[in-house]
């Protein structure tokens, strides 16, 4: 019998599905739901509900119960083997909460397998709409909770970040405060991942500690509640929370209701579900200490493993527990290909002529530097834009500005993650403009060790399925070292390596320290 396993990704637009054979090493069936297009009548747009304010940005949950249904049908109906599945394991956007009432854990249990999920659940919600990761309605909670626990930088201490706006205590605390009876007839609270497994189970599923890192309410130290924290949301929520689990947690079988429904064996486990992030730690093979990804995208995200429990002394970046029962450490800068984007079409030039203008360039840029802020940036919190040239760097200067732009973003991101204390030792660049082997350079250059582009479609839906492989193991009494699970389905590009020049490691070291001192300025 095969060894498959089911990881689902419940992303901001889309559900999608993958099943590994673990014997093989490949990918087998792959599957997904787009929300606008397959579930149009719940009025949402990319996957979420839009009201005249911008800073509100929430999802109806009984949506993803539907899109759940749909696409296990769709994979049933197509073929996919998923009576051979031994076990299956998910990913949720990170931070969104849905909010159950009483009747839900009994509407969980008694699910019947000829109705739609959605018609048997519609009740189960003390709210309606569940607050999602784009939503930044909450800074009034985010002071409250940070002035209760001692500050900005005591909050990242305990929990592993500051109060940002989109973390699920914040949420919580603004429920609580504006909607006190909706919130007083809420039973349950459980984050997208916990709320997907729960269904899987039929029962409240616990939150991991990958997602529950995301919540400014666990103790990042011991991965369990924190009651401080708790208390500074409100104060009987630890009724309302389930536990706090391992990631590896098996949660019981899937329910039959279900099992016959998608044509599941009995014994399929269910475990427990985490947020994207963490999945894509190991989705990308993230699986040793020092192993770092950087994904270039409209943003960029500098990620990586720890083996110890590191927090930011600055507050800027957030540590979750990653599936390997490490730490992972997450930078996100908010200027990334918009800004190499917006010096491009300054000088008018392609993409291939931005290339040959870094190429024309050398290691340090003579010094010539840019603080590029054409968006407020995150890391370093910059509220107020703007580009400033310094070091002698001629806006003129079309080559040099190129040159400029890229490195500064990757010496910020040297600067910003030196709290992990672990310089990285490899790192993967994902993301659109991996594909730009000068840029890859210049990474390689600013952080002296090798870059190779890794494009693992789904990291997150992958690392679930991975999950649920190493789930299903440790509960058969059978631990795979995490470097056999992802072997094969992680590997970065066949020759893709770009290794550092030696020679760039003492300019860098000395650039980094005056491009430090002028962000401080
Ligand atoms: C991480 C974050 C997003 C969401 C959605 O803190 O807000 O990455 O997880 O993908």
Known sequence: MPSLFLGLDSSTQSLSALIIDLDSHQIVHNAAVNFDDALPHYKIQNGALRTDDPQVVHSPPLMWVEALDLLLQKMKNDGAPLSDVKAISGSGQQHGSVYLNESAPAALANLVPDRPLADQLRGIFSRETAPIWMDSSTSAECEEIEAALGGKAATAEATGSAAFERFT?????????????????????????????????????????????????????????????????????????????????????????????????????????????????????????????????TSDTFFGTLRDCQTDPNAEGHVFGSPTGDYMSLICFKNGSLAREKVKDQYGLDWDEFSAALDSTPPGNHGKMMLPYFEPEIVPRVLEPGVHRFGGLDENDAP???????????????????????????????????????????????FQCSVYRQ????????????????????????????????????????????????????????????YQAKECS
């Not at 040297?414 to 659109?432: K, L, N």
């Not at 992680?490 to 320290?513: E, F, H, M």
């Open 169 to 297: 205590g914040p949420q919580i605390r603004k429920f609580a405060k504006s909607e006190p009876e909706a919130f007083a007839q809420t039973a349950h609270i459980a984050l997208i991942s916990s709320f997907m497994a729960s269904i899987l189970s039929g029962r409240i599923a616990p939150i991991d500690s990958g997602d529950g890192a995301g919540m400014n309410l666990m103790n990042i130290h011991t991965k369990t509640w924190h009651p401080a924290a708790l208390d500074a949301v409100f104060p009987t929520l630890g009724k309302k929370l389930p536990k706090c689990s391992n990631p590896w947690k098996i949660i019981g079988p899937i329910l039959p209701t279900l099992g016959k429904r998608f044509g599941f064996a009995p014994d399929t486990l269910c475990t427990a579900w985490s947020g994207d992030n963490p999945n894509s730690v190991v989705g990308l093979g993230l699986i040793e200490p020092g192993m770092t990804a950087i994904s270039l995208g």
């Open 400 to 446: 040099a500005n190129c040159r400029a732009v890229v490195e500064a973003q990757m010496m910020s991101m040297r600067i910003h993650s030196q709290w992990m204390g672990e310089p990285p030792t490899q790192i993967y660049a994902t993301g659109g403009a991996s594909a730009n082997s000068q840029i890859l350079q210049i990474m390689a250059d600013v």
């Open 455 to 514: 494009e693992t479609p789904n990291s997150a839906a992958l690392g679930a399925a991975l999950r649920a492989a190493h789930a299903w193991h440790l509960h058969n009494d059978d631990e795979i070292p995490w470097a056999d699970l992802v072997c094969g389905f992680t590997d970065p590009q066949k020759n893709s390596r770009i290794d550092p020049n030696l020679a760039a490691g003492p300019v860098y070291d000395k650039l980094c320290a005056k």
